[in-house]
């Protein structure tokens, strides 16, 4: 997903740089220094939100948080499960041996990883 506009609520945003590694349009993204972002790994405790945009190292990228937001699983969520951070800015559902913070609710159901579906997010 190179352009990524949220569902609901677009109003919500904000703007940082790329610390690291480049993000993808769609992914989770965590504060990974002083005011910069990178993906968010498994388990995040420092999720932002969600990348805007593909964005290069050193360059800045939008970030939306809150609201609904399209999410690609790393495995299989059911809708209505809690998800948290899963491997680079994909999201997992939270239980049989996945922990993590809490990001959101899963409205839409995954089968596999890759698979992008709609989260009620909690932050």
């Known amino acids: 997903m ?3 506009i949220p569902l609901f609520k677009p109003g919500q945003a904000i703007t940082r740089p790329v610390a690291t590694t480049a993000v993808v349009g769609g992914r989770l993204v965590e504060v990974n220094g002083v005011g910069t972002v990178g993906p ?3 388990a995040s405790t420092a999720v932002l939100g969600v990348a805007a945009f593909d964005a290069a190292v050193g360059e ?4 939306h ?6 999410l690609t699983a790393s495995a299989a969520i059911t809708a ?3 998800v948290s951070a899963a491997a680079a800015g994909k999201c997992a559902a939270i ?3 996945v922990f993590g913070t809490l990001v959101g609710m899963a409205l839409t159901t995954a089968a ?4 992008v579906i709609e989260v009620s997010m909690f932050r």
């Open 2 to 4: 190179a352009d990524y």
């Open 80 to 82: 209505g499960g809690l």
């Open 65 to 70: 948080a809150g609201g609904v937001q399209r």
């Open 60 to 63: 800045n990228v939008t970030v």
């Open 40 to 42: 968010a790994g498994a």
């Open 95 to 97: 239980g049989a041996g």
């Open 112 to 115: 596999n990883d890759g698979d």
